[in-house]
Every structure is written in structure tokens, then in C-alpha cells.
């Protein structure tokens, strides 16, 4: 069964941090880009970060630079997202999917499939 799992997710204070695991069955995250996206409240669905899982090239919307960082374990067939200093405007599900595009730019959530059921992540004091 093809399928990405996300957890990590939790409640934290504003400056908080939380690592974000996205976990893949039935396929190689090494053939794909992995993106990982978030949704708030009456929000689209937009992109925050993005790994080739071929060369570990890597994309961050520009709200989360500095703060974040993706990384990837192809041994364990796992991508992580790793966020410090949250901010309550960090709140939203978290979701990871796969593109079989050549690299992570442009990112765009309608161009990824196979998506997760998302973690939810609420940054609140």
C-alpha cells in the first residue's frame, strides 16, 4: 500500500519547537521531491518546504527560513521537518506529499499526490 504517514504534531508555546516526521510505505522517497504543506483555518493549503530525494536540494517559503529545516533519511525512508522559534501564525495541519518533478521550484501543492492525513500543530500560549 502506497502511502505517507505524518506525526509529531502537538501544542506549544510561541518560541517552541516541534519535529515533524513524514514516513513513506510502498514506495522509495529517493525517486520523489517531498513537500511539505500546511492549512489554517479557512486557508488554502500552501507550501512551507520542499527535499529532493535524490540530491537533499531543498526550497523553504520564505516565512519559515531560518526557523525550519527539512531533512531526509532514505534509510528510513523518512523526511523530517524540524521547527524553531514557532510562531502562532505557524498554526495549521501539516501535511507531506510527493511530486515526480525534477526539482522543488515552482512549489505548488496541485502539482504533489499521495498525500498524508496531517498532523495538527498549534503554536499558543
Known amino acids: 500500500q502506497v502511502q505517507l504517514v505524518e506525526s509529531g504534531g502537538g501544542l506549544v508555546q510561541p518560541g517552541g519547537s516541534l519535529r515533524l516526521s513524514c514516513v513513506a510505505s510502498?514506495?522509495?522517497?529517493?525517486?520523489?521531491?517531498i513537500g511539505w504543506f500546511r492549512q489554517a483555518p479557512r486557508k488554502g493549503r500552501e507550501g512551507v518546504s520542499c527535499?529532493?530525494?535524490?540530491?537533499?536540494?531543498?526550497y523553504y517559503k520564505d516565512s519559515v527560513k531560518g526557523r525550519f529545516t527539512i531533512s531526509r533519511d532514505n534509510a528510513k525512508n523518512a523526511v523530517y521537518l524540524q521547527m524553531n522559534n514557532l510562531k502562532p501564525e505557524d498554526t495549521a495541519v501539516y501535511y507531506c506529499a510527493i511530486d515526480n518533478g525534477s526539482g522543488c521550484v515552482p512549489f505548488s501543492p496541485y502539482d504533489y499526490h499521495n498525500w498524508g492525513q496531517g498532523t495538527q500543530v498549534t503554536v499558543s500560549s
Open positions: 527535499i529532493s530525494g535524490s540530491d537533499g536540494s531543498t
Open positions: 510502498g514506495f522509495n522517497l529517493e525517486n520523489y521531491l
